[in-house]
């Protein structure tokens, strides 16, 4: 008689008899061990190998081990809790199908491979399942206020621009100045228009969120054209470089009533402030001529999804703090007709006239510097009336129109004591624009324009100003612009600088090169 390895008898040439061990091992291991002795056992009819049963004991102790390597992974699944399949997120440890059916599907002569599981299956399960237990704790970490919070940053833009050029002007103007111009104020000259920090935050309320508010910080040459004037401003140093700064709130009334309390840009007038917003570089004559800014509360309340009315109450045009008692209003409205035509209508409604001056301070009680006045009396009291209309038409995703007409009258008093003149100035006229979309790269632009300024309102002299502007864009990439614009200016009356000192031209033509960049998550014009 013949032994295995764990003492049982077994004939030569027959197969291994019963299993007299009463040994409670698992019932795998030992049909695994049982199965794993019949190769070992045949092969000795054949050959009569020395050592068989060392060879067999090394196979056991390496199966022993693998199984309780199973037992572990099969611990540690539990003790994560978790258990992945393909449908609801169950381990299935992939076995070998043999050895799951169990021995009676082996065919004769076949060796089964064993139990076990494939590991490198289980360690990435292991590792997903910790990262998405490591996930979940975080976000249990996560307090409501702070996902409010980080909710509301989504929420918030940061933008910035730059915006510079260079202009030629070929009156060789002496100091280098172009008369009647805005924002590109220098020839011969590599300028920084501006540079812009912008942070916006709209409101939505569809989300729960009504406030809302922007700040658009300033620097450079438009700065000072913003700000730069002391007869609308008493203490302009202080807002200089403050462009825009409101607060907005939509009133739930309605489809909800937007209001605005700061600073914020003037819409008289279709241009803004922003060259890369612009179809020119340079800017009308009615940009000047219009108010730049306000600083008060205005209202809006969409009547439907094509009429919008507007209101405001302003402390003046140009002024941040008021320079007399009364307050400015403007009534207007948005339409849009078409889904291509945007039309708005504006009626602004003024007093201009400063009813104190600024003095050296008088009074024993200190006030801040810039607040030190007299009043005038009797003060001015003569009105100011602008009506402002513009429209667009997008006749083609790559056409586009523009047509603006304005009309303002400003007088000094309105009833003229004697030996004073009521008499008003105003100023009239229309600008018309186009621009065409070449390519994604590539547009033209056109402006054609004329301005009746009688009485000096705008300019300082009655005359007729035009100006007729070709303006070629190149987009290098997203946010990155280079304009390349010719201007030719001209009117009835000698107004721009040449190239002798105190003689004046009838015109002057320019030709510029803009170079704008910008960056930041808000879509769209500025």
């Known amino acids: 008689m013949r032994h295995d390895c764990l003492g049982n008898e077994f004939s030569r040439g027959r197969r291994p008899g019963r299993l007299r061990s009463n040994s409670p091992v698992v019932v795998c291991s030992v049909v695994l061990i049982a199965l794993a002795c019949k190769p070992f056992a045949e092969g000795q009819e054949k050959n009569d190998a020395p050592n068989p049963s060392q060879d067999l004991r090394t196979r056991v102790s390496d199966l022993e081990t693998e199984v309780k390597e199973l037992r572990e992974i099969v611990k540690q699944l539990q003790a994560a809790n978790s258990s992945v399949s393909v449908k609801s997120n169950t381990l299935v440890v992939a076995t070998d199908p043999v050895a799951t059916a169990g021995p009676s599907a082996l065919a004769p002569g076949d060796t089964p491979s064993p139990a076990l599981p494939n590991q490198a299956l289980l360690s990435q399960a292991l590792l997903s399942q910790a990262a998405s237990n490591q996930a979940s704790s975080s976000a249990a970490m996560v307090s409501p206020d702070d996902a409010k919070n980080l909710a509301f940053l989504r929420g918030t833009t940061i933008n910035l621009a730059l915006d510079g050029y260079y202009e030629y002007n070929f009156n060789h103007p002496v100091g280098r100045v172009n008369l009647l111009r805005d924002y590109d104020v220098l020839s011969n000259n590599f300028s920084l228009n501006q540079a812009n920090l912008v942070v916006e935050n709209l409101p939505h ?43 907005t709130y939509v009133v739930p009334v309605g489809k909800g009533l937007n209001v605005d309390f700061g600073k914020w840009s003037s819409s008289l007038g279709i241009e803004g402030n922003y060259s890369k ?8 004559y009615f940009f000047g001529f219009l108010p730049f800014y306000h600083m008060g509360i205005r209202a809006s309340y969409p009547v439907n999804d094509r009429f919008t009315v507007n209101y405001w109450i302003v402390n003046g045009t140009n002024q941040a703090e008021a320079t007399n008692a009364f307050k400015d209003e403007l009534f207007g409205f948005t339409a849009k007709p078409r889904k291509t035509i945007t039309w708005t209508f504006n009626y602004y409604l003024g007093q201009e006239n400063p009813d104190r001056v600024e003095v050296a301070p008088y009074l024993p009680i200190p006030v801040q510097p810039g607040l030190s006045f007299v009043g005038i009396s009797p003060a001015p009291n003569g009105r100011t009336h602008i009506f402002d209309s513009y429209a667009t038409w997008q006749a083609t995703p790559k056409l586009t129109f523009a047509l603006e007409g304005d009309y303002e009258i400003q007088r000094v008093w309105q009833n003229a004591s004697p030996g004073e003149s009521s008499a008003p100035k105003h100023g009239d006229g229309v600008v018309a624009y186009a621009k065409y979309q070449l390519t994604s790269k590539v547009a033209l632009g056109a402006r054609a324009e004329y301005l009746s300024d009688r009485g000096g309102l705008f300019s300082g002299i009655t005359q007729a100003l035009k100006e007729n502007t070709v303006t070629f864009d190149y987009s290098l990439a997203d946010g990155f612009l280079m304009r390349y614009e010719w201007r030719r200016d001209f009117s009835n009356q000698p107004s721009f600088l040449t190239d002798v000192q105190g003689v004046l031209g009838k015109q002057q033509n320019t030709a510029t090169v803009g170079l704008m960049w910008w960056w930041g998550r808000k879509e769209g014009a500025w």
């Open 205 to 247: 309320p569809e989300a729960g969120q009504r406030w809302g508010g922007r700040l658009d910080l300033q620097f450079g040459q438009a700065t000072d054209t913003l700000q730069g004037n002391p007869l609308n401003e008493p203490r302009p140093d202080i807002y200089r470089n403050i462009f825009q700064a409101y607060g």
């Open 277 to 284: 917003d612009q179809i020119n570089y340079s800017r009308s």
